[in-house]
């Protein structure tokens, strides 16, 4: 499976981003999607998952109520709306692939990384 991310970006706080990824390989219904991220000297952390079908969603509790994470099956796509930027949303941001059938926010959990996409919130 390949993972390739897309939509990062430089705006100001308050802004609005939606960053994409797109897999390839196995049926993109066989797996749990996440969203990750790491900022400049910290470690990766969880920001977001999606189920198989779409049905089920799980946030971390910084960005809950700020970003929305949904997927396109048909189009082999994950998405993450991130409204209300704030500054210490700054960090490269990673989806990832979990062949497993629950929802996860474990980062060993997850199977395939794609390369990630900076997103930089100025104040």
Not at 27 to 42: D, M
Not at 92 to 108: K, P
Request: hydrophobic residues 35%; contains cysteine; proline residues 2%.
């Amino acid at each position: 499976v390949q993972l390739q991310a897309s939509g990062g970006g430089l705006v100001q706080a308050g802004a609005s981003l939606r960053l994409s990824c797109v897999a390839s390989g196995r049926p993109f219904s066989t797996y749990v999607l996440g969203w990750f991220r790491q900022a400049p000297g910290k470690e990766r952390e969880f920001v977001a998952c999606i189920s198989r079908l779409g049905g089920s969603t799980d946030y971390s509790g910084s960005v809950k109520g700020r970003f929305t994470i949904s997927r396109d099956n048909a189009k082999n796509t994950v998405y993450l709306q991130m409204n209300s930027l704030k500054p210490e949303d700054t960090a490269v941001y990673y989806c990832a692939a979990d062949y497993g059938l629950a929802l996860t926010t474990t980062i060993q959990t997850y199977d395939y990384w794609g390369q990630g996409t900076q997103v930089t919130v100025s104040s």
